[in-house]
């Protein structure tokens, strides 16, 4: 009898772009994929920032360089895209959020969320999509979205619904681009530990709310979206597409 074997999570001799690579959630995904052998390219629009994240990866041994691209910028994405070889794994973390009630809800505010949480996310996809299918080269495309991709949030309706509008175009693609051997598939976290969240976990009364629905009774770490994304990332998920892997600490459970 010959015994199934797990496959590998290794990704070495594959290509990854990570966008929102320079800090937060991004920089862990570039580390993680980085980790498991991946060629990593991060991309942010603050290029000193990135610069400093890609050589520290390199003095550990690891392959990643930087690369300054304004993802919200169609004209330069595609620009890049057609510069590159086709990547083997998209992980776009670029992401924004600007909460407010319903009633208060600035249309600036609104445009600027939706163009790069949904709009950017989109053809960032598409452009990596279609250079996978041109070079027949087979690929993984990982959104990083949110628990509120699922559910709904108090003074988070525009966040909500830029997320709720990634899981369903995440569905489409997976659908689409199936028949190129290209997976599509989304990340969500709950609450994560970063800079950008150290305001809202400062607040009593939020951090109160969040554990209130975390049912592990704590808030996340970058550390707990890396394996998820090596997972996504490599062959171990090979017949994984058209889905969202919830890292929510038990929230959405209700």
Not at 14 to 36: D, F, H, N, P, W
Not at 97 to 120: I, K, W
Request: proline share 3%; net charge neutral; with cysteine.
């Amino acid at each position: 009898m010959k015994l199934p074997r797990t496959p590998s999570f290794r990704l070495d001799g594959k290509r990854a772009l990570v966008t929102g690579a320079s800090r937060g959630i991004g920089l862990g995904c570039a580390v993680a994929l980085a980790e498991m052998g991946a060629d990593v390219v991060m991309v942010a629009r603050s290029s000193e920032t990135l610069e400093a994240a890609a050589a520290q990866i390199r003095a550990e041994g690891m392959l990643a360089q930087a690369q300054a691209l304004d993802v919200t910028n169609l004209e330069a994405v595609v620009a890049f895209f057609a510069s590159e070889a086709a990547f083997d794994v998209l992980v776009n973390s670029a992401g924004l959020a600007r909460h407010s009630t319903v009633l208060e809800t600035r249309p600036e505010d609104f445009d600027a969320v939706m163009d790069l949480n949904v709009r950017a996310a989109y053809f960032l996809a598409q452009q990596a999509a279609r250079s996978m299918k041109h070079q027949a080269r087979s690929g993984s495309i990982i959104q990083i979205s949110s628990q509120m991709g699922h559910v709904g949030g108090p003074e988070r309706a525009v966040y909500c619904g830029s997320k709720h509008a990634i899981e369903g175009i995440n569905k489409s693609m997976a659908i689409e681009f199936g028949a190129y051997a290209i997976r599509v598939n989304s990340i969500c976290p709950t609450f994560i530990r970063t800079p950008l969240t150290e305001p809202t976990f400062s607040d009593p009364e939020k951090l109160a709310w969040i554990k209130s629905k975390i049912k592990l009774n704590r808030v996340g770490q970058i550390e707990d979206i890396m394996g998820a994304v090596q997972f996504l990332a490599s062959d171990a998920s090979a017949l994984v597409t058209g889905t969202s892997l919830l890292i929510d600490g038990g929230w959405t459970a209700d």
